[in-house]
């Protein structure tokens, strides 16, 4: 039933790092984009990165040269290596994935992994 699971969250100190996981079933067919998501307590749920089918990556400002978004050689496994990690990502990741047909577009959303950056 689940068809994106993600893992690797956690708590970690200011400045450490996580990487998190996210596999999607290969029951879902055309994935154009894969990417990452975060809701913390109080804040509408924010874009953190997206990679496409074809390689092509975009960041929110806030995490641009502290989290890489990347994928296995599978398109259906992406990877977010998050550094540098701050109090301010703290938040609930949710791992997407934006199907698109010719006539319909669908977007997968997992269940959420807890980041918590705290001393």
């Known amino acids: 039933q689940v068809q994106l699971v993600e893992s690797g969250g956690g708590l970690v100190q200011p400045g450490g790092s996580l990487r998190l996981s996210c596999a999607a079933s290969r029951s879902i067919f055309s994935i154009r984009a894969m990417g990452w998501y975060r809701q913390a307590p109080g804040k509408q749920r924010e874009l953190v990165a997206t990679?496409?089918?074809?390689?092509?990556?975009n960041y929110a400002d806030s995490v641009k040269g502290r989290f890489t978004i990347s994928r296995a050689n599978a398109k259906n496994t992406v990877f977010l290596q998050m550094n540098s990690l701050k109090p301010e990502d703290t938040a609930v990741y949710y791992c997407?994935?934006?199907?698109?047909?010719?006539?319909?577009?669908?977007?997968?959303w997992g269940q959420g992994t807890q980041v918590t950056v705290s001393s």
């Open positions: 997407n994935a934006a199907t698109s047909t010719l006539e319909l577009r669908y977007d997968y």
């Open positions: 990679i496409t089918s074809g390689g092509s990556t």
